[in-house]
């Protein structure tokens, strides 16, 4: 019966102690962007246009009705871009764990590695509802 109970007991620790902080991160911010671009598109619907202005104006206006206590920064606590197109295509960007522009764009997914250590860094970009970039 002993083994049972410390085999129940030691197994969840050793997982918990195994588990990767950055790869919880990664899709804390991953799940956060794509709840940012869910607000942005009721918004929308709401007032025929995405917001304007900088991140901070975006998430002052989609918390009014459409995200309540939107998250201010990544996981890392880095800013978010935001930037809205003359056209009304958005982008929401997070710089990953380093803050530092890095690989994205429609060829992203093609040159991750799930082992490539620095996977982190890498940009995370939703453009116009069009995920673009996770750190997997």
């Known amino acids: 019966m002993k083994k049972y109970l410390l085999f129940f007991v030691i197994v969840p620790l050793l997982f918990f102690a195994c588990s990767n902080p950055q790869e919880e991160k990664c899709k804390q911010t991953t799940n956060d962007i794509i709840s940012l671009a869910r607000a942005l598109g009721a918004y929308r619907v709401d007032n025929g246009a995405y917001p304007t202005g900088e991140a901070n104006d975006m998430l002052d206006y989609i918390s009014i009705a459409h995200l309540e206590n939107p998250p201010r920064t990544d996981a890392w606590g880095n800013q978010w871009i935001y930037i809205i197109g003359e056209d009304q295509k958005y982008t929401i960007k997070s710089y990953g764990r380093d803050g530092i522009p890095g690989p994205s764009g429609p060829r992203f997914k093609e040159v991750i ?14 453009i116009d509802g069009q995920f673009f970039g996770e750190c997997r």
């Open 113 to 126: 590695h799930p082992d490539d250590p620095f996977r982190f860094d890498y940009d995370i970009i939703i």
